[in-house]
């Protein structure tokens, strides 16, 4: 009888994509509870795991695959897998040392979706969407074109982060909101920082909505990398070289620490203009006691957030807030997505437990 190389799943992918590949491995299904509990588990019961299906999470809630859980991985472990693009929660480093490959699941189908997530969140910030959902259908607007005209001339109170009205009888074209305008993105600046392939396609939605798309990146793509992309860009080394001119600061980058805390005090404070953040790069890269700042003061109209410093933690005060959404780090997150990483995955185990000839979205 064939001994089944063993395969430990920190996250069970749809039975539709596992069945032939149960047929070929014993699958070893894992709940992490602590990193001690870990260690010890891998010194005993999961001894001989030849692979770590890590799917979306994995490691995550206990600091990343770093460290102790690193140096006490069972002998017999030659690969580990990530369903998601990043891999800062990996030290591939000591992975590379202990000779544990590790594969990510590059996307075009992550790309767009986090593109979409941008393209939702820059709409509903220059036309105040949250504000008028948040004060829709309650006890105060009733009749028929109350809301509209109520929150035309109401105030936002910038320390709460709420709309502050009275009733108003009446209709009224909603031409503000809070006393902000509600306007069109079309022929305002967006500065996006990181242009690989997920500032691209948010560049390119964008730009078919009518935004001038400014781009923060060490190096300037060719002249004929821009104009294959069809739209006009402007290049700028840093994002301290576009606070005259962004209406909307869109974060798409890795967290390093070159870019912790790019967006700060200084830089808030610095901007000419009043403007909007959306991040779905890495928490990291904004400084959250600084946006709460930005906030209240007024100076930033709108945050839209994917991705969180203390992550899964939210600063406290940006819940509640209507000129604020928050979405739990799901920018990639589609079914059509979780499926093809899964298989992307799977796949990458199968090439290296089974010898196959084919390539694999290695890391290291």
């Given at each position: 009888?064939?001994?089944?190389?063993?395969?430990?799943?920190?996250?069970?992918?749809?039975k539709?994509?596992?069945?032939?590949?149960?047929?070929?491995?014993?699958?070893?299904?894992?709940?992490?509870?602590?990193?001690?509990?870990?260690?010890?588990?891998?010194?005993?019961?999961?001894?001989?795991?030849?692979?770590?299906?890590?799917g979306?999470?994995?490691?995550?809630?206990?600091?990343?695959?770093?460290?102790?859980?690193?140096?006490?991985?069972?002998?017999?472990?030659?690969?580990?897998?990530?369903?998601?693009?990043?891999?800062?929660?990996?030290?591939?480093?000591?992975?590379?040392?202990?000779?544990i490959?590790?594969?990510?699941?590059?996307?075009?189908?992550?790309?767009?979706?986090v593109?979409?997530?941008?393209?939702?969140?820059?709409?509903?910030s220059?036309?105040?969407?949250?504000?008028?959902?948040?004060?829709?259908?309650?006890?105060?607007?009733?009749?028929?074109?109350?809301?509209?005209?109520?929150?035309?001339?109401?105030?936002?109170?910038?320390?709460?982060?709420?709309?502050?009205?009275?009733?108003?009888?009446?209709?009224?074209?909603?031409?503000?909101?809070?006393?902000?305008?509600?306007?069109?993105?079309?022929?305002?600046?967006?500065?996006?920082?990181?242009?690989?392939h997920?500032?691209?396609?948010?560049?390119?939605?964008?730009?078919?909505?009518?935004?001038?798309?400014?781009?923060?990146?060490?190096?300037?793509?060719?002249?004929?990398?821009?104009?294959?992309?069809?739209?006009?860009?402007?290049?700028?080394?840093?994002?301290?070289?576009?606070?005259?001119?962004?209406?909307?600061?869109?974060?798409?980058?890795?967290?390093?620490?070159?870019?912790?805390?790019?967006?700060?005090?200084?830089?808030?404070?610095?901007?000419?203009?009043?403007?909007r953040?959306?991040?779905?790069?890495?928490?990291?890269?904004?400084?959250?006691?600084?946006?709460?700042?930005?906030?209240?003061?007024?100076?930033?109209?709108?945050?839209?957030?994917d991705?969180?410093?203390?992550?899964?933690?939210?600063?406290?005060?940006?819940?509640?807030?209507?000129?604020?959404?928050?979405?739990?780090?799901?920018?990639?997150?589609?079914?059509?997505?979780?499926?093809?990483?899964?298989?992307?995955?799977?796949?990458?185990?199968?090439?290296?437990?089974?010898?196959?000839?084919?390539?694999?979205?290695?890391?290291?």
């Amino acid at each position: 009888m064939t001994i089944k190389q063993k395969v430990l799943f920190l996250e069970q992918p749809n039975k539709q994509v596992l069945h032939r590949f149960e047929q070929l491995f014993e699958c070893v299904y894992y709940e992490l509870t602590t990193i001690e509990q870990c260690i010890m588990d891998f010194q005993t019961k999961l001894n001989d795991i030849e692979a770590i299906y890590c799917g979306w999470p994995g490691f995550a809630p206990l600091g990343g695959f770093k460290g102790k859980l690193v140096e006490f991985a069972p002998k017999s472990l030659k690969i580990v897998t990530t369903c998601t693009i990043g891999y800062d929660h990996f030290d591939v480093k000591a992975m590379t040392t202990k000779n544990i490959i590790l594969t990510n699941s590059p996307s075009t189908m992550a790309y767009d979706a986090v593109a979409d997530l941008v393209l939702y969140n820059t709409i509903a910030s220059f036309r105040n969407f949250k504000i008028y959902e948040q004060n829709f259908c309650t006890d105060r607007y009733t009749q028929s074109g109350m809301l509209t005209k109520s929150l035309v001339s109401a105030k936002f109170d910038q320390v709460k982060g709420m709309a502050i009205s009275t009733p108003t009888m009446g209709t009224a074209y909603g031409k503000a909101c809070c006393q902000r305008a509600n306007l069109s993105p079309r022929n305002h600046h967006v500065v996006i920082v990181g242009f690989g392939h997920i500032g691209q396609s948010i560049a390119a939605r964008l730009a078919s909505i009518g935004m001038i798309i400014h781009y923060v990146k060490r190096n300037k793509l060719s002249d004929e990398e821009e104009k294959q992309l069809g739209f006009p860009i402007i290049f700028h080394k840093h994002l301290s070289e576009t606070t005259s001119l962004a209406d909307l600061v869109v974060i798409a980058c890795p967290g390093t620490p070159a870019t912790r805390h790019m967006v700060n005090d200084e830089l808030i404070n610095n901007m000419k203009k009043q403007f909007r953040i959306i991040n779905v790069g890495r928490g990291s890269v904004v400084d959250e006691v600084a946006l709460v700042h930005g906030l209240k003061s007024g100076k930033i109209l709108f945050a839209g957030l994917d991705v969180f410093e203390e992550e899964p933690l939210v600063h406290p005060e940006l819940l509640d807030r209507q000129d604020v959404v928050l979405t739990p780090h799901i920018g990639s997150a589609s079914t059509e997505n979780y499926n093809y990483t899964a298989i992307t995955c799977l796949e990458n185990i199968e090439t290296v437990l089974l010898n196959f000839d084919r390539a694999i979205t290695q890391v290291n």
